[in-house]
C-alpha cells in the first residue's frame, strides 16, 4: 500500500459540460469568428477547438488580444454540446455573464493567451521648483 494519493487536480470534481445546457437555454453562446468580431462589447472570453487550423488560431489570437482565449475540446465536442448551431464551428465566444464566469474559471488551465497588462509609463518627476531665498538683509 502506498502513501501516496491520487491528485484532485487533474480531475475536476464536476465536468465544464454540465452548465453547457444553460449557456444555450440564455442565448449567451457566440458562433463563429465573424459574430464574435460583431460582439466584442458583449464577449467575456472565446474558446477555439484543438482541431482549429494553425492560421486560423494565429488570427484568432491577433483578433481577440484583449479577451481570454481557451483552446480545449474539438469541433465535434463543441456540436455534440451546443446541436446542430454550431456545426463545423472551430471558434466560440460566451457573451457576459456569471455563467461566462464559472465556464471561464473551469477552463482557465486551458488559456493559451496572457492577459494584457495596461501598463503606464510613469510621468516623469517634475523639475524641483526653484527655491526663491528671501533678500539678505545687511
Do not use: C, W
Not at 78 to 89: Q, R, T, Y
Amino acid at each position: 500500500m502506498s502513501d501516496e494519493t491520487p491528485s484532485e487536480d487533474l480531475v475536476p470534481a464536476k465536468p465544464v459540460e454540465r452548465l453547457f445546457p444553460f449557456v444555450l437555454k440564455t442565448r449567451s453562446l457566440i458562433v463563429g469568428r465573424d459574430s464574435l468580431r460583431a460582439s466584442k462589447n458583449r464577449l467575456h472570453f472565446v474558446l477555439i477547438t484543438e482541431d482549429i487550423a494553425e492560421a486560423s488560431r494565429d488570427e484568432v489570437l491577433r483578433d481577440f488580444a484583449h479577451y481570454p482565449v481557451v483552446q480545449y475540446f474539438t469541433s465535434a465536442d463543441l456540436e455534440k454540446f451546443f446541436g446542430a448551431a454550431v456545426k463545423g464551428a472551430k471558434a466560440v465566444g460566451f457573451a457576459k455573464s456569471g455563467l461566462a464566469q464559472s465556464i471561464y474559471a473551469d477552463l482557465k488551465p486551458h488559456r493559451i493567451n496572457q492577459q494584457i497588462t495596461n501598463i503606464k509609463p510613469a510621468k516623469p518627476a517634475a523639475p524641483p521648483a526653484a527655491r526663491i531665498s528671501p533678500p539678505e538683509n545687511p
